[in-house]
């Protein structure tokens, strides 16, 4: 089994036997394909989302963010407005999401640390 795999299975099993809001989005994150591209680390694909909250990140046109709900909100509902630095050439696409489902993914994110 892959890592990747095993994190997906944790994460199942995670949201089978609870239903808070974290690992409803960690599901969300799962089903909509988050995870498909933000792994445990950061790799070309794209940065983590592991550890990120509280953080300053660099963007690509040389300002910094700090990373709190409303920078990982515009991260998902307007992936390019603040570029990551480093990753300028991976494209991040636009998702169809409701308003409660992007609550959801925020609250997971947050709970990433
Ligand atoms: C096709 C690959 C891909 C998918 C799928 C994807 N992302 Fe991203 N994501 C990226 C890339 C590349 C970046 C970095 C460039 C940027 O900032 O847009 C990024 C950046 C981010 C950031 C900012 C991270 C940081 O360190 O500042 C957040 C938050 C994020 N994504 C959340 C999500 C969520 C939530 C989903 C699922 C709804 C998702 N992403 C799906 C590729 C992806």
Not at 50 to 70: H, P, Q, W
Request: charged fraction near 20%; hydrophobic fraction near 45%; proline fraction near 4%.
């Amino acid at each position: 089994m892959t890592t990747r795999a095993l994190l997906i299975a944790c994460l199942l099993a995670i949201v089978a036997c609870s239903d808070t809001p974290e690992s409803e989005g960690a599901a969300l994150a799962v089903d909509v394909g988050c995870v498909a591209c933000h792994m445990e680390t950061d790799t070309d694909i794209a940065p983590t989302l592991n550890g990120i909250f509280g953080k300053t990140v660099a963007l690509e046109d040389g300002t910094t963010a700090t990373v709190d709900d409303a920078y990982v909100r515009r991260s998902i509902v307007e992936p390019q407005a603040q570029i990551v630095a480093g990753y300028e050439g991976s494209r991040m696409p636009v998702f169809i999401l409701t308003e409660e489902e992007i609550g959801l993914l925020v609250d997971y994110i947050r709970g990433l640390g």
